[in-house]
């Protein structure tokens, strides 16, 4: 299963940005997706992450802010970033949980969003 994301950029704080990721492969099931980020000199931790069912979980951070959907069909996931503020410059990752033939946890590549002041 290969992750590729897409939608990073450069923005003005206040911007918005929309990435998208999606998966290709053997996919059995989508048990969930999720969105991290890692900005320089930090651990990479979780923005958003929506699990199968359609139930969405955010960093406090960005709640309120962002919003995670996913195309079942089209096995990708998108986050709505809205309102952005500096801090949330970072390279964004996309994850997948999936039931396929080689394993069950996938990683995207890295897209990298800068909110400028």
């Known amino acids: 299963v290969q992750l590729q994301a897409f939608g990073g950029g450069l923005v003005q704080a206040g911007g918005f940005l929309r990435l998208s990721c999606t998966a290709s492969g053997v996919i059995f099931k989508v048990n969930g997706m999720a969105w991290y980020r890692q900005a320089p000199g930090k651990k990479r931790e979780l923005v958003a992450r929506?699990?199968?069912?359609?139930?969405?979980n955010y960093a406090d951070s960005v709640k309120g802010r962002f919003v995670i959907s996913r195309d079942g069909a089209k096995n990708t996931v998108y986050l709505q970033m809205n309102s952005l503020r500096p801090e949330d410059t970072a390279v964004y990752f996309c994850?997948?949980?999936?039931?396929?033939?080689?394993?069950?946890?996938?990683w995207g590549q890295g897209t990298q969003v800068t909110v400028s002041s």
């Open positions: 929506i699990i199968s069912g359609g139930v969405t």
């Open positions: 994850y997948g949980d999936f039931n396929s033939p080689l394993g069950n946890h996938y």
